[in-house]
C-alpha cells in the first residue's frame, strides 16, 4: 500500500519560500502523477500542480508564477517550492498521487501558517 | 478554468434515508479521449479528502456500493442511497478533464 506523507516548515514568514516535501513509501515516483493541493482553512480545495514521472510539470495558472515541482526518484519524494508567500498562502497542504482522472491516494497533510 | 457549483450547500439527512448531491460545470466535461474526468470525494474532519467515484461512476475498490454517481454533459449526482452515521462530511466534486482541476464547493452532510 502507498503511503504519502507531507513535512516542512509549519510556519513561514511573509515574503520568504514556502517548501514542502512529499515522502513516498510502499511504491515508487515511477509511473504516475504526483500533485500538490492545498484547502484554506474552513474553504474548498485548490490544485497547485503536478509533476509526471518523466519529469513534465502542470501548474496552477492562478500560482504558476510562484511555483516549482520538483521530484527526486533516489530519495523517493517530490517538492513543491511557493516563493514570495502572503498570509492568503495560510492553508493545509496535500501531496497526491494519480493517474489519469483516478485520485485514489492522498497524504495526511500538513498545515501551513504564514506569518511575521 | 472550469467551474464547478455543487448544491446544496449543506445538506441533513436521516439515517437509513437517502441523499442526494448535484454538481454541475460550466462547460462540457468531456475530454478528447471521450471520458469523463469527474470524480467525488469524502472528506471527515481533520482527514484528508479521500476518492468515491471517479469517472462520474465507477466506484473506488473498497467504497459502499450505497454510494452512485451518474451524469453525462455539465450535470452529475452522488447519490447515498441510505445514510450511515460514517457519512458525514463534506463531499467534493471535482473536475480533471482540462487543467487547472477544479473542485466544487463543497456539500457538508450531517444527521438530523
Known amino acids: 500500500q502507498v503511503l504519502l506523507q507531507e513535512s516542512g516548515p509549519g510556519l513561514v514568514k511573509p515574503s520568504e519560500t514556502l517548501s514542502l516535501t512529499c515522502t513516498v513509501s510502499g511504491g515508487s515516483l515511477n509511473t504516475y502523477y504526483w500533485s500538490w493541493i492545498r484547502q484554506v482553512p474552513g474553504k474548498g480545495l485548490e490544485w497547485i500542480g503536478f509533476i509526471y514521472y518523466i519529469g513534465n510539470t502542470n501548474y496552477n495558472p492562478s500560482l504558476k508564477s510562484r511555483v516549482t515541482i520538483s521530484m527526486d526518484k533516489s530519495r523517493n519524494q517530490f517538492s513543491l517550492n511557493l516563493y514570495s508567500v502572503t498570509d492568503a498562502d495560510t492553508a493545509v497542504y496535500y501531496c497526491?498521487?494519480?493517474?489519469?482522472?483516478?485520485?485514489?491516494?492522498w497524504g495526511q497533510g500538513t498545515r501551513v501558517i504564514v506569518s511575521s | 478554468d472550469i467551474a464547478m457549483t455543487q448544491t446544496p450547500l449543506s445538506l441533513p439527512v436521516t439515517l437509513g434515508q437517502p441523499a442526494s448531491i448535484s454538481c454541475k460545470s460550466d462547460?462540457?466535461?468531456?475530454?478528447?479521449?471521450?471520458?469523463?474526468?469527474l470524480s467525488w470525494l469524502h472528506q471527515r474532519p481533520g482527514q484528508p479528502p479521500r476518492l468515491l467515484i471517479y469517472k462520474v461512476s465507477n466506484r473506488l475498490s473498497g467504497v459502499p456500493d450505497r454510494f452512485s454517481g451518474s451524469g453525462a454533459g455539465t450535470d452529475f449526482t452522488l447519490r447515498i442511497s441510505r445514510v450511515e452515521a460514517e457519512d458525514v462530511g463534506i463531499y467534493y466534486c471535482?473536475?480533471?478533464?482540462?487543467?487547472?482541476?477544479?473542485f466544487g464547493g463543497g456539500t457538508t452532510v450531517d444527521i438530523k
Open positions: 462547460q462540457s466535461l468531456v475530454h478528447r479521449d471521450g471520458n469523463i474526468y
Open positions: 471535482m473536475q480533471a478533464t482540462q487543467f487547472p482541476v477544479t
Open positions: 497526491a498521487r494519480h493517474r489519469v482522472g483516478v485520485w485514489a491516494t
